[in-house]
Nanobody, 125 residues
């Protein structure tokens, strides 16, 4: 079975940076990896991802601040989060899909086949 393990969350002041990591095991082919986040008072929200063809997408609110990359040899994806703001505070969940190649938007959660355990990001003002 596909397994996803994530890490990298923490507490930072506004303007700080964090890098989230998502490691995938149990899958041999190209795949999508992305992050969804959940915070009080907000809907579950797709944030950023990288498709099987290494295309990337970030939502407007994090454009030019968050960047997705992947080390294909290690099956690890990264979400570099710069200039973090309090509104970025959330539990971030890494998400895997074998069905998403080129991405122009975050995929539906119905396409997600495996989830990471979540990592908390807290940004103070």
């Amino acid at each position: 079975d596909v397994q996803v393990e994530e890490s990298g969350g923490g507490s930072v002041q506004a303007g700080g940076s964090l890098r989230l990591s998502c490691a995938v095991s149990g899958y041999r082919y190209s795949y999508f990896i992305g992050w969804f986040r959940q915070s009080p008072g907000k809907e579950h929200e797709g944030v950023a991802g990288i498709g099987g063809d290494d295309s990337t997408f970030t939502i407007r609110s994090v454009k030019d601040r968050f960047f997705v990359s992947r080390d294909n040899a290690k099956n690890v994806a990264y979400l570099q989060m710069n200039n973090l703001q309090p509104e970025d505070t959330a539990m971030y969940f890494c998400a895997f899909s074998s069905r998403v190649n080129n991405i122009q938007n975050m995929p539906s959660r119905s396409l997600i086949e495996a989830w990471g355990q979540g990592t908390q990001v807290t940004v103070s003002s």
